[in-house]
């Protein structure tokens, strides 16, 4: 069976990562490229398209023409939810990038469409196919460590500000760092946690460095009078069993501590952190014990053929959930909660309170 696809949004996401990992799976033929900048969908379709592939400017349309499986959104936030939520009306399965909507009420809205048509959704976080994070996975779900009582979530750069595209408009994209890299975080460690109820959630975001004009940067200097969105934040999430998750983000920080997409665990029978590789430290026979995990360099045995590469990985788990008609590896519900404390984050740093959900 052969699964057709549409990629909305044919930018840096789409073009580093969802149509590359797409065009490597057998099963999948790229049919339809849709992007408001017509050039980009056009240079998509010469790279990945199949030899009848469409492009289009507006994505109404390209849902009412093409005969489509799944729809690949890779727009920006402010159009994640309006944009899947057609795609599945129309009866097609929707991955979508990251972070899973700008808002809580929005990703819900996408949960009820998912629902209503029958159809998978699913949301971009490459973060758990990484090799490190399945052996984590695993690790947890056979409970060497315990219980997970609290964690930490790491996304912290020290100069790498995205100066291209919407990155900068908090009215496009619903904030900065916390939504766009601390989403990654979040969601690989509450996956590891396999906790998915917050009780309350403390935080507060900046907006300092972003004032700087002139400053070192990866992807050179910035506007500040652009630069609408934080440059770092941070939180504390209180769960309903008692845990607790302190999450940091940043684009901008000065700091040598620089670790993203990464996560620390404590757990009451051991710990682990991904700062330097994996190591998984404990206590046993009345000493204590570090592992320091030689994470292999060949393929994942149930992800025959695919490699390491964390999105390639993602999209051969995703086309397969939809043959095989199982769950994705990432249920939106479980996307939602992240999207919740991202938002009550940013709630109780304009309210200067604690945020209950």
Known sequence: M????????CGGIAKGKHLPSLAKIEEVEIVAFCDIVLERAEEAKETYGAADSKVFEDYKAMLAEMDLDVVHVCTPN????????ASLDAGNHVMCEK???????EARAMIEAAKRSGKKLTIGYQGRFATESMYLHEVCGEGELGEIYSAKAHAIRRRAVPTWGVFLDEEAQGGGPLIDIGTHALDLTLWMMDNYKPKYVVGKTYHELSKTKNAANAWGPWDPE???VEDSAFGFVVMENGATVYLEASWALNTL?????????FGTKGGADMNNGLTINGEAHGLLYEKKIELETGGVAFYDGAGTDPAALEARAWIDAILNDTDPVVKPEQ???????LEAIY???????PVFL
């Open 78 to 85: 402010i159009s994640h939810a309006e944009i899947s939520i």
């Open 257 to 265: 501590d620089v670790k993203e997409s990464k996560t620390t665990l």
């Open 2 to 9: 052969t699964l057709k696809v549409g990629i909305i949004g």
């Open 226 to 228: 652009k630069f609408t």
């Open 335 to 341: 996307a939602l909660v992240v999207t919740e404390i």
């Open 99 to 105: 972070p899973m909507a700008k808002t809580s009420e």
């Open 347 to 353: 709630e109780s740093s304009k309210t200067n309170a």
